[in-house]
């Protein structure tokens, strides 16, 4: 079987799909880094990760149906009526019964960083546009109430069933007191048409005392109503992207300590107005940012962005799941060029390291999806197609003979209809990642004493199994020859020695090439990868001094040995398997060894 056939479905399929299925459950705030090189198809993966998590929002929505009998809110005439009251007259409290609820709905948000290069800081451009969204999604009005009266409000979490409790003033219920002055205006224009003004009328002293009473107590009301009215009317108005544009605008920006505090505010009424619409949907909401193009920016500006996701989107209530695509092999070497991040992000690695929850590369294009890819560029031909003659059957035989996977081009299928084969798949994916977990914590084990002791990092070994071992499902890799254990370690050597293991990578492809080429064979399949380490350790250290920055991310060399000598010895053969599936080794350090190798022909 071909690296890129599987059941009709390409490479990027599968990566789409099982990186749909993690986001689809992850906790928030999450950030995904999602490393590819330039040209890689990434928006099109991304696009294809949006359609799988709306599905899987979809299929989660008929089950919730199924639990509670229970529909969520939607957007009729109706229901945003009683979303205004909602929110004008009650507040939300998170029950124990949402806590519990699986259904979900993604608001996905692009943030094309090339479109505010030319701005002095980039980063707010990120915020103004996840402002702007979620305005747009929800509506004005809505935004505009929850910002006059709530935003300092965070919802709490209740042990009762009631998930909306009146707002009170002095324990009296704000719709009542609404109500009762609403009331009594009706009554005191009625009483005023049929008496008229009692004033300088003795007769009428008790009728002038009500009016004046009820006079003052209107006159009250509407002044605070006033007040409210006007600043529902600004916010309405003026939106966040507004107000943020106008501090930015100051000209002593620079030195207000205080502004970045204001964003924060900002976010932070975002982040609570999010948590009143997921109580009244009756579902959770997940905002999902895509952060492209960031590494055609200068140094300073990517490292400003990088701040605002580090900073602003990691309140531990916020319901973000940043996606950052990028080269990573860009970013890096921009973050230590950086003038704002001296003596801190030195080694860039280690910097980005800090920030990615969930690592994820994108590997080499596979032959499926390059030639979708070209098919979707001769699609967009056909109108000189039609001004051309086109090419006989028999030089379209010559062309498939001299290409074996050429018929791909035809016969690619972006989805496959077989949801009985799917059960089946997710039942077997479902029990391996179990095992591996368990793996991940068995004391008289051998893996749990090279998992290092950093919550961060144990976070991302979990993160990446469940991707990982889904891959290999979905691409119909053996397991018999990678029992759970095995796939652990194989991540634990990638995290933590990622650095090595490029280089393992390169020398065996280098000594693949040498053979092709009728030289002489210096490994085979069988080959330990350790072996393979020692044979080349003489080249290694002839470029040691330039990869300092890499070697930075590895681990005790002591421990490197005795993990690939003795407790798990894995051989080329088993590399080249796992290797395609491996998401958490940067492709671009292998790259970079690569180009230090020709350098020294």
């Given at each position: 079987?071909?690296?890129?056939?599987?059941?009709?479905?390409?490479?990027?399929?599968?990566?789409?799909?099982?990186?749909?299925?993690?986001?689809?459950?992850?906790?928030?705030?999450?950030?995904?880094?999602?490393?590819?090189?330039?040209?890689?198809?990434?928006?099109?993966?991304?696009?294809?990760?949006?359609?799988?998590?709306?599905?899987?929002?979809?299929?989660?929505?008929?089950?919730?149906?199924?639990?509670?009998?229970?529909?969520?809110?939607?957007?009729?005439?109706?229901?945003?009526?009683?979303?205004?009251?909602?929110?004008?007259?009650?507040?939300?409290?998170?029950?124990?019964?949402?806590?519990?609820?699986?259904?979900?709905?993604?608001?996905?948000?692009?943030?094309?960083?090339?479109?505010?290069?030319?701005?002095?800081?980039?980063?707010?451009?990120?915020?103004?546009?996840?402002?702007?969204?979620?305005?747009?999604?929800?509506?004005?009005?809505?935004?505009?109430?929850?910002?006059?009266?709530?935003?300092?409000?965070?919802?709490?979490?209740?042990?009762?069933?009631?998930?909306?409790?009146?707002?009170?003033?002095?324990?009296?219920?704000?719709?009542?007191?609404?109500?009762?002055?609403?009331?009594?205006?009706?009554?005191?224009?009625?009483?005023?048409?049929?008496?008229?003004?009692?004033?300088?009328?003795?007769?009428?002293?008790?009728?002038?005392?009500?009016?004046?009473?009820?006079?003052?107590?209107?006159?009250?009301?509407?002044?605070?109503?006033?007040?409210?009215?006007?600043?529902?009317?600004?916010?309405?108005?003026?939106?966040?992207?507004?107000?943020m544009q106008t501090l930015m605008n100051k000209s002593d920006f620079s030195s207000q300590l205080g502004f970045m505090n204001d964003v924060k505010q900002e976010v932070k009424v975002l982040t609570n107005f999010i948590h009143y619409m997921e109580v009244f949907e009756r579902r959770?909401?997940?905002?999902?940012?895509?952060?492209?193009?960031?590494?055609?920016?200068?140094?300073?500006?990517?490292?400003?962005?990088?701040?605002?996701?580090?900073?602003?989107?990691?309140?531990?209530?916020?319901?973000?799941?940043?996606?950052?695509?990028?080269?990573?092999?860009?970013?890096?070497?921009?973050?230590?060029?950086?003038?704002?991040?001296?003596?801190?992000?030195?080694?860039?690695?280690?910097?980005?390291?800090?920030?990615?929850?969930?690592?994820?590369?994108?590997?080499?294009?596979?032959?499926?999806?390059?030639?979708?890819?070209?098919?979707?560029?001769?699609?967009?031909?056909?109108?000189?197609?039609?001004?051309?003659?086109?090419?006989?059957?028999?030089?379209?035989?010559r062309f498939r003979k001299n290409a074996s996977e050429s018929n791909l081009l035809i016969n690619v299928s972006v989805e496959s209809d077989q949801p009985s084969k799917q059960r089946d798949v997710k039942v077997s994916a479902g029990s391996y990642i179990q095992q591996a977990y368990?793996?991940?914590?068995?004391?008289?084990?051998?893996?749990?004493?090279?998992?290092?002791?950093?919550?961060?990092?144990?976070?991302?070994?979990?993160?990446?199994?469940?991707?990982?071992?889904?891959?290999?499902?979905?691409?119909?890799?053996?397991?018999?020859?990678?029992?759970?254990?095995?796939?652990?370690?194989?991540?634990?050597?990638?995290?933590?020695?990622?650095?090595?293991?490029?280089?393992?990578?390169?020398?065996?492809e280098d000594a693949e090439q040498r053979n092709k080429l009728n030289e002489e064979k210096d490994t085979d399949d069988n080959m330990l990868l350790w072996t393979v380490y020692e044979q080349s350790l003489e080249r290694f250290m002839t470029i040691r001094s330039q990869i300092e920055?890499?070697?930075?991310?590895?681990?005790?060399?002591?421990?490197?040995?005795?993990?690939?000598?003795?407790?798990?010895?894995?051989?080329?053969?088993?590399?080249?398997?796992?290797?395609?599936?491996?998401?958490?080794?940067?492709?671009?350090?292998?790259?970079?060894?690569?180009?230090?190798?020709?350098?020294?022909?």
């Open positions: 079987m071909s690296d890129g056939e599987c059941n009709g479905r390409t490479l990027y399929d599968s990566y789409a799909s099982c990186l749909a299925k993690t986001l689809c459950y992850v906790s928030t705030p999450m950030t995904i880094g999602l490393y590819a090189p330039w040209g890689s198809g990434v928006n099109c993966l991304l696009k294809n990760v949006e359609k799988q998590m709306k599905i899987e929002a979809l299929n989660r929505e008929e089950k919730e149906l199924k639990r509670f009998q229970e529909r969520p809110r939607g957007a009729s005439v109706f229901e945003f009526i009683s979303l205004l009251w909602h929110l004008l007259f009650l507040k939300p409290q998170i029950t124990e019964r949402h806590a519990k609820r699986k259904n979900v709905r993604f608001i996905f948000i692009q943030f094309s960083a090339w479109q505010f290069a030319g701005s002095d800081k980039l980063w707010a451009g990120l915020i103004t546009t996840l402002c702007e969204d979620i305005k747009n999604q929800f509506g004005c009005i809505p935004t505009g109430i929850v910002r006059t009266l709530g935003h300092q409000d965070t919802v709490l979490k209740t042990t009762s069933d009631r998930e909306w409790v009146s707002k009170r003033i002095l324990g009296i219920p704000v719709w009542l007191i609404f109500t009762l002055l609403l009331l009594l205006a009706i009554v005191l224009g009625i009483v005023i048409l049929m008496n008229g003004f009692s004033l300088g009328d003795m007769k009428s002293d008790y009728t002038a005392a009500a009016e004046g009473v009820g006079f003052g107590l209107i006159g009250i009301s509407t002044l605070m109503t006033m007040k409210h009215s006007v600043m529902m009317g600004k916010n309405i108005c003026v939106s966040q992207k507004e107000k959770k909401i997940r905002v999902v940012m895509k952060i492209m193009s960031l590494d055609r920016c200068t140094p300073d500006k990517i490292v400003g962005v990088l701040d605002a996701m580090n900073i602003l989107l990691s309140d531990p209530e916020a319901p973000f799941i940043s996606v950052l695509a990028v080269d990573p092999s860009i970013i890096v070497d921009c973050v230590e060029k950086s003038s704002s991040l001296k003596g801190v992000g030195e080694n860039g690695y280690c910097y980005l390291n800090r920030i990615v929850s969930l690592p994820f590369s994108v590997p080499k294009m596979d032959t499926q999806t390059k030639l979708k890819f070209l098919q979707q560029a001769i699609d967009g031909k056909n109108a000189l197609l039609d001004d051309n003659p086109l090419p006989t059957k028999a030089s379209v035989g368990q793996c991940t914590t068995d004391i008289n084990g051998q893996l749990l004493q090279y998992i290092e002791e950093n919550f961060l990092q144990m976070k991302r070994i979990i993160n990446i199994t469940s991707v990982m071992i889904g891959l290999m499902v979905e691409r119909n890799i053996s397991l018999s020859s990678f029992p759970p254990q095995r796939v652990v370690a194989w991540i634990v050597l990638a995290s933590n020695w990622p650095c090595r293991l490029s280089w393992i990578w390169q020398c065996w920055n890499l070697l930075a991310m590895d681990g005790d060399p002591e421990v490197f040995e005795a993990f690939l000598s003795e407790s798990y010895k894995f051989t080329v053969n088993d590399a080249k398997i796992i290797t395609p599936c491996t998401i958490n080794l940067d492709r671009s350090l292998k790259r970079k060894m690569e180009l230090l190798l020709a350098r020294n022909l």
